[in-house]
């Protein structure tokens, strides 16, 4: 078995290598107890979990896989990214894995795979965690030019044709460390190894064009699921808890009230939801994961 950077960062963990209809899943698994689906965000690899997962094992068996396209997980047949689509092939490793029921804990892009999964599949998901996200609906209108400035790759990787492939192609290495190094708020605060893997995936045509389909769906096919859902008065029936960077703000609709929070926005998406704010950026579960660990172990309990 070839070395891989995260084989450091799992100690007692094995490898997932599974395969559902559209994906060749790879990431970690490990622990025993109830199951937890950790889903990781852009633009990282399962490896953001390395601080998080281990704890949680004690009481729980995680599993924790790069997203469709990301990491060392395989895309057959050049598939969708709606989020209804990974979400069915995230049910599908799930029960290939023998859980039928199980919690979900999103960061970033995992969280918004979450909420679909919870949204399309409640019958599964016992419970949903959402690290600094609110659903892609509420995003956009609430889009404004610190939001642009900020998350300005939600528009680059958005455009059409093969404009934002070919600026990645030209230097895949810096446009990544320059992310990092602006999510952290100092790449210097990231583990080596996780650092690592988030580069020998991003040095990936193939990963580099995932993450492309990933953003482009949250802006067409996502927002019209979400639509179609919040005019049908859907929820989720599961518990929700959302842990939110204390020091990012949540801009506030136009035209709405200034004071818009997290667990505002995401009552609208279901009855039972708790909000836990945490110091820290956008990176919580490497930056903060003693308090991440501290929040989701009552809540998934």
């Known amino acids: 078995m070839s070395v891989c950077p995260t084989d450091g960062l799992f100690e007692g963990f094995s490898r997932l290598d599974d395969t559902t209809a559209g994906v060749r ?30 704890a949680l094992a004690r009481r729980f068996s995680i599993v924790a896989p790069d997203l469709p396209g990301y990491g060392r997980s395989l895309v057959r047949n050049d598939g969708s990214w709606a989020k209804r689509d990974v979400a069915a092939e995230l049910v599908s490793l799930m029960q290939s894995l023998g859980h039928r029921r199980f919690a979900v804990v999103g960061h970033d892009r995992g ?26 609906l509420d995003v956009w209108p609430a889009v404004d030019r610190e939001f642009a400035k900020w998350a300005f790759h939600w528009f680059l990787f958005a455009q059409p044709g093969d404009l934002p492939e070919r600026l990645l192609a030209a230097d895949p290495d810096a446009f990544l460390h320059d992310t990092l190094d602006h999510l952290s ?16 995936a991003f040095a990936k045509p193939s990963v580099r064009k995932a993450i492309i389909k990933d953003y482009r769906a949250a802006y067409d096919i996502d927002v019209q699921h979400d639509a179609a859902d919040r005019g049908a008065g859907r929820k989720m029936a599961c518990p929700v808890m959302v842990l939110w960077p204390r020091h990012q703000r949540l801009v506030a609709e136009q035209g709405q009230d200034a004071a818009l929070t997290p667990l505002t926005v995401w009552r609208r998406w279901a009855d039972d939801v708790r909000e836990v704010d945490i110091d820290g950026d956008h990176l919580l579960p490497e930056q903060a994961p003693d308090a991440v660990v501290d929040a989701l172990i009552p809540f998934l309990a």
């Open 111 to 136: 969280a918004r795979v979450g909420y679909r999964l919870a949204l399309d599949f409640p019958e599964q998901v016992t419970a949903y965690c959402s690290i600094a996200v609110v659903p892609t």
């Open 185 to 200: 708020r100092g790449i210097a605060s990231l583990h080596p190894l996780a650092i690592a893997d988030y580069r020998e």
């Open 25 to 54: 899943f790879a990431g970690v698994m490990g622990g025993d107890g109830p199951p937890v689906l950790l889903l990781h965000g852009y633009p990282e690899t399962h490896a953001t979990w390395h601080a998080v997962a281990p």
